[in-house]
């Protein structure tokens, strides 16, 4: 997606070395030894000769920026996909405006949102341009992000949102509206009756908290379904995998799971019903999560844009910038795409190039 355009608007660059603002004041201002001030034919004549001034991205076009990257954790799959999808911005955007954009990925190896902090601060102080981050804790990430911004580094969010941040846009799905689509989902698959479960991943994540606030009350609209229990869990495949694993021991009538991400299913065989026993909607639709949908022990996976995460908030951050303009509106929001048996190899051919091998 190319940046918007300009109109009616005429960005203002920075003087080149042939023109200072020095040089500039000099050109333009009268002689002090002079008593009469330019008139408007000298004025004419004078600047008759001077080179029109040239569009924003012809001016800067060879100029380098370089956006850090700071994702959630590098343990979990959708952010790898985010960081191929930033490293595909940068050169695609490179090529077409003739600049030299880099990616400095800086994500923790696990889930640690002082560590995000930190790598916030190290991105600044190494002269960053921009900033993309995951949240994993909005309250200790937004004073982080303000000092960024304070120093004049623009932040976008994605994925996870700091919304009481100076973040100048967030990209991501409707979190409140994407745990409603997973109820909607497996309350179909249930017949409308069953006991339910909710995995949930990190209880600090503000984007999670919506999602299973949205299951919960879409939960709520039908009678015959009950929400037997929420279980948090560290993000990574197997702690999700054994925290279904032991609910299922402690309450053996859960009839379905609503994944608000897909955490478990980035491994193998963590799923240990017979298919269709017990019915699974799930957030997230990566290879391995494919796998289980063409085994039916899940029904639905409903596609996050995990692509777009990194391409689209390299997208901002140029706008931001090289072109001076900010979003149409703070929040961006990504569509989720739904996945079914019936759609799934049509859909497996995208992760030819969002997961080159």
Not at 99 to 124: F, G
Not at 130 to 147: E, P, R, Y
Request: net charge positive; hydrophobic share 40%.
């Amino acid at each position: 997606m190319r940046p918007w355009n300009v109109d009616n608007e005429q960005p203002r660059i920075r003087p080149t070395a042939a023109l200072t603002p020095r040089t500039t004041r000099r050109f333009f201002s009268p002689s002090p030894v002079k008593s009469v001030a330019m008139n408007r034919r000298s004025f004419l004549l004078a600047t008759a000769s001077l080179p029109l001034v040239p569009s924003l991205a012809h001016a800067q076009a060879g100029r380098s920026y370089t956006f850090g990257l700071v994702a959630k954790s590098q343990g979990n799959a959708v952010f790898q996909v985010a960081r191929v999808g930033a490293e595909d911005a940068a050169r695609e955007l490179s090529t077409q405006h003739g600049l030299k954009l880099k990616i400095d990925w800086r994500t923790p190896n696990d889930e640690d949102a002082q560590k995000q902090a930190e790598a916030i601060e190290q991105l600044v102080l190494a002269g960053a341009d921009g900033i993309a981050v995951s949240c994993s804790d909005a309250n200790k990430l937004t004073d982080a992000i303000n000092k960024a911004v304070g120093n004049g580094v623009p932040i976008a969010t994605f994925d996870s949102d700091a919304p009481a941040s100076k973040r100048f846009v967030t990209y991501g799905v409707d979190d409140g509206k994407c745990g409603e689509q997973v109820m909607v989902e497996l309350a179909r698959e249930m017949g409308g009756r069953g006991v339910i479960a909710i995995l949930a991943g990190n209880q600090n994540a503000p984007n999670l908290q919506k999602r299973v606030a949205g299951v919960k009350k879409e939960a709520a609209r039908h009678s015959g379904i009950r929400v037997r229990e929420t279980f948090y869990h560290r993000e990574t495949p197997q702690d999700a995998a054994a925290a279904i694993e032991r609910a299922m021991q402690s309450y053996p009538d859960i009839s379905g799971w609503a994944l608000i991400g897909g955490w478990p299913l980035f491994t193998e065989n963590a799923l240990r019903w017979a298919p269709g026993t017990v019915k699974c909607v799930s957030v997230d639709a990566l290879p391995l999560q494919l796998g289980y949908l063409r085994t039916g022990h899940v029904q639905v996976l409903l596609a996050q844009q995990c692509y777009q995460w990194g391409y689209r908030s390299i997208e901002h951050l140029l706008n931001k910038v090289h072109f001076k303009k900010n979003p149409p509106a703070v929040i961006d929001v990504s569509p989720l795409e739904r996945i079914s048996r019936d759609n799934v190899d049509a859909y497996a051919e995208n992760w030819k190039k969002w997961l080159p091998k």
